[in-house]
Each structure stands twice: as structure tokens, then as C-alpha cells.
């Protein structure tokens, strides 16, 4: 009986670790727009103040009612991923008394989140895209809502 358990909790810890990685679903501008919108955010295209920023594609502001979810498409991985890590290091640098922080890399997926000092910070990225939020900590289980709403 003692084996049967065993190896229940091992094919389970399999599984949920495979979950864990697979890649993630990229989202396009019209999926960004379309989920924010159904969550009642009003979105909008900044992309035009930011043009002077080479690799840069599109970028949408959908603004909540406590915070800003920033949406951001760059023309590679490569240039997602190095905006994705001198944000994660702006967050770093600017942690006080860290209550928490959680990073999780995959092939295709970063994923870094951080409270600290009252401020919840999350800059995650899917392939070419990322997605930005910075708010009170009080704000976060709603920061992280709308992460699990657009499937990053």
C-alpha cells in the first residue's frame, strides 16, 4: 500500500513539474485589448511616444482602477528578454526590505515578482512580449488576478 501511495505522489510531483514548463501562449495586441476590456480596463496605444526605441513594436497601457498594466511587443525574443532583465535588475536595485520575490525561467517564459517597501513589481515575458505591472502592495492579489487573466 506503501508503494502505491509512493508512487502516486511521484507521478503527481511529474506532472505539475511538466505543467510548469511548457510553453507559454504568446498574446497578440488584439488579445491584450480584447481580455482587459472584458475586465472592464480602458486601453490605450502609447506606441507613438516611445517610437524612438529600436526592436520596439507596440505598446498598451489598460488602466485599472488602483494601477497600470503596461503591454509591451518588441520584433524579438532577444530584445524582450534584455528589457526583461534590466527591469527585473531596476526592481532589484530598488528593494528595500524585501517581504518576497519569486523568479521562474523556461525556454520561452520569465517571470520575475517582487513586494517590498509597500510596492508590489511584476515584469513578466512570453516570447517577444512582456507584460508590466507596478502597484501598492494591497494591490497585489489583483496585479496577480489580471497576470492569471491574460496567461502569464
Known sequence: MKRIAVLVALLAIIVVAFAACRPREVLT????TSRMEAEGHIVEDVTQMYAEIPGLEIILIAETDEFEVEFIIWETAEAARSWFNNLRRSFEDTRGN?????????ANFNRFTQTTDGR??????VENTLVVIVTTSENRS?????????GY
Not at 98 to 106: A, D, L, M, P
Not at 142 to 150: R, T
Request: glycine fraction near 0%; charge should be negative.
Open 120 to 125: 508590489f513589481e511584476a515584469v513578466v515575458r
Open 98 to 106: 524585501v517581504r518576497s520575490y519569486r523568479e521562474t525561467n523556461t
Open 142 to 150: 489583483d496585479a496577480q488576478a489580471i497576470l492569471n487573466i491574460l
Open 29 to 32: 495586441a488584439e488579445e491584450f
